[in-house]
């Protein structure tokens, strides 16, 4: 038995000694240092949101942020800095004006923004009585058919609004980061998902419906604004031969429902509106902003560690959390390390990407020219695919990094339970099995490379920004960018400088319920 236990114990010895990371300690310190006392993050920010304005995919803001990005990113030492077309997305657009205002039963001016890809009102000066259109399904809606054309058109909403008796903003109490991390691996709710989809199926023919009509203007509302909060992204199609929709506003669920309450009351009700887009479609593709600093060890500086956000927003307001914080973040990363001279033995890419609002397409697109194609059912993989040892991704608002979501990566999870040590105090250290949908990092994940985002402090991001007339600059926390950077730069540095690359997890088919590239 005393024989028995020293071979143990010997074994876990050399374990836990092959387990553990090269942390450069020193470097570590220097990060935070950099970090700290000369962050630029805030002015990134500022220059993204604004002076870029809105980075609706392919419109002038957006290109006014990518073209800025990219000098910056040269000017600050990095290679190869440049807008990289992905494929075919289609036209821009933005607003040009906006003004809505109820003149009857008494004058109220009205929060309003015009949903994406929209477009104008046919006159100077739109007036009209509005029309409230009582139907939950298409068969109901049947019975407008050829009733709604140059109507102004709202329809029926069953929301109520109600006090807020929480904080808009919260940070993780430390029971929910527990409980995180002591999560397994769940089956996605395939029956969640279809109803999921049912629901944005029906939503979408009944659209569909009253755009057929043409109405000279619709009205429109998300249940979950409140405050003059207006959640708004699109109304209609970017493609290139896609035809342009009719005018369409959010309002404030505040104004779109007293309207209701006064017309179901049998008051009339008259608005005025004069509504002015534009679309773009002199260049119909799709650009990501990308750029290195190149790896210097003979033996691994042809692979590489990719870091990146999406650079793209809705058009209600500027961006801020969604997702200038996550892009800003990532520039300074990358400006900490160049600051510090650092000689990374992989090559260090940031990537910026656009479309993401509208399904990952740039990263997917990336994706697609770069690592992994599809035929047949099966993945084609390209030579660049085996050498990109991990992607990182920032894109849940302003909030400090708490942690990592392993991606179902279990493999990862002693590695970077030892790279955050050295934030402990600093507020992250949960790591956990699950993942958090819905941003670039799937990109990665999907094609076989070990692709993660970060835990983040919800702040207010569901609750007041996330696709709001409220997403600016000043709900940014600077110090919360600050330590984001900080983190990211050191795992980036620790992944560039590792002797092997990040272990993967089983390569899986391409599934059917994915969308495709």
């Known amino acids: 038995m005393r024989k028995l236990f020293f071979a143990v114990s010997a074994l876990l010895f050399i374990y836990s000694v092959s387990a553990q990371e090269k942390l450069d300690m020193d470097m570590i310190g220097r990060i935070k240092k950099e970090g700290t006392d000369n962050s630029k993050v805030m002015d990134i920010a500022h220059h993204l949101t604004d002076v870029s304005g809105p980075r609706l995919t392919n419109s002038p803001g957006f290109f006014r942020a990518a073209n800025w990005a990219k000098d910056e990113l040269a000017g600050w030492g990095l290679s190869n800095a440049k807008l990289e077309p992905w494929g075919e997305f289609g036209k821009g657009w933005e ?51 050829g009733k709604l054309k140059d109507k102004i058109v709202m329809t029926w909403s069953n929301t109520q609004l109600k006090p807020r008796f929480e904080p808009d903003a919260t940070r993780f109490a430390d029971t929910t980061l527990e409980r995180m991390a002591a999560a397994e691996m769940q089956r996605p709710n395939g029956q969640q998902r279809q109803n999921q989809f049912g629901r944005f199926a029906m939503q979408r023919r009944m659209n569909e419906m009253i755009n057929q009509e043409k109405p000279a203007l619709i009205l429109t509302m998300n249940a979950n604004g409140s405050d003059g909060t207006v959640f708004v992204a699109s109304g209609g199609q970017y493609a290139k031969a896609a035809p342009e929709a009719p005018p369409s506003v959010a309002l404030s669920s505040d104004d779109y429902l007293r309207l209701q309450r006064l017309i179901e009351d ?47 927003s809705w058009h209600g307001a500027t961006g801020a959390t969604d997702n200038a914080a996550g892009s800003s973040v990532m520039m300074e990363a990358v400006r900490i390390l160049k600051a510090l001279n650092i000689q990374p033995r992989r090559t260090i890419r940031i990537a910026l990407w656009s479309g993401e609002e509208e399904g990952l397409l740039g990263s997917r697109a990336y994706a697609k020219n770069h690592f ?40 990862e999870r002693n590695i970077f339970s030892q790279w ?44 007041r920004t996330h696709h709001s007339n409220m997403d600016t600059y000043d709900h940014l926390v600077a110090d919360d960018l600050k330590q984001a950077a900080i983190i990211v730069a050191t795992f980036v540095y620790n992944t560039a400088q590792r002797d092997d690359k990040m272990p993967r997890k089983e390569l899986l088919p391409p599934s059917r319920n994915q969308r495709g590239f």
């Open 95 to 145: 607003q040009e004006k906006c003004y809505v205002a109820m003149t009857a039963p008494y004058y109220q001016p009205l929060i309003a923004i015009p949903r994406a890809w929209t477009s104008s009102t046919a006159k100077k000066i739109l007036t009209g009585e509005v029309v409230l259109v009582k139907a939950q399904d298409t068969a109901a809606l049947a019975q407008y058919a």
């Open 266 to 312: 049998g008051i009339k009700v008259e608005i005025e509106a004069d509504i002015k887009t534009k679309f773009f479609d002199n260049d119909l593709q799709g650009y990501n902003v990308v750029a290195e600093i190149p790896g210097t060890d003979p033996k691994l500086k042809d692979e590489i560690v990719m870091l990146g956000g999406h650079l793209d």
């Open 372 to 411: 992994a194609d599809t035929a047949n059912g099966q993945w084609v993989l390209k030579p660049e695919q085996s050498k990109v040892s991990a992607y990182y991704n920032l894109d849940n608002g302003t909030g400090k990094i708490r942690g990592v979501y392993l991606q179902g990566n279990e493999a």
């Open 420 to 463: 955050l040590t050295p934030f402990s105090d600093m507020g992250a250290k949960t790591i956990t099995i699950s993942n958090t949908g819905g941003t670039d990092h799937l990109s990665f994940d999907r094609v076989g490379i070990p692709g993660f985002q970060f835990i983040q402090d919800e702040i207010e991001y569901d609750t």
